[in-house]
């Protein structure tokens, strides 16, 4: 499994991101898009990797789930007057992806499945080459009482604690990926 996690790193750019939702079923909203992007063999470098950061609000006008907004800190008022419409996150996000791999904490049952629900509703197809998914890597590799981000960043002891914002809770799992690829 390492050896094929080091090949796709070493032969892909790899884009690792997380979305802030208002609520948790796929067609729910999403309010914030946080990724940060490493050119092919970057994450192998012995040196912290920077990224490419893109982030984006998410225009919003609906009904707050106060529970979402209670866990990630959004003000309503910076999504209506720094937010864009979806669909041009959604192609922005796309244009960054640009058929890498990507990677994230739960990106395989969260934040892919209601990127996709809504780049559908939207026509927009976004690609990419592979998924990285860290909860997946370390229930596959270690066993601990839970594989969320705050447990596996506390784990780890890593500097970038997550804070359920999108590039906070990226940068959490890029030092995340790192220890458990064994770098």
Do not use: C, W
Not at 64 to 92: C, M, W, Y
Not at 102 to 124: M, S, T, W
Not at 134 to 150: D, F, N, V
């Amino acid at each position: 499994m390492m050896e094929e996690l080091h090949t796709i790193i070493s032969d892909y750019p790899v884009i690792f991101l997380d979305i802030e939702t208002n609520g948790l079923a796929i067609s729910t909203e999403v309010l914030e898009v946080g990724a940060l992007k490493f050119a092919p063999g970057e994450l192998l470098s012995q040196q912290e990797p920077v990224g490419i950061p893109f982030h984006r609000y998410v225009f919003f006008d609906g009904t707050p789930d106060q529970s979402a907004f209670d866990v990630n800190h959004l003000d309503i008022d910076v999504l209506n007057k720094e937010g864009l419409p979806i669909k041009r996150v959604l192609t922005e996000l796309n244009d960054f992806l640009n058929g890498g791999a990507v990677g994230g904490q739960n990106i395989k049952a969260f934040d892919l499945p209601i990127l996709h629900y809504h780049a559908g509703r939207h026509n927009v197809d976004l690609t990419h080459a592979h998924i990285l998914d860290t909860r997946i890597i370390a229930q596959k590799t270690m066993r601990l009482p839970s594989y969320s981000l705050h447990t596996l960043s506390s784990y780890f002891d890593i500097s970038h604690r997550p804070t359920h914002r999108a590039l906070d809770d990226v940068k959490a799992t890029v030092q995340v990926f790192r220890k458990l690829i064994g770098l």
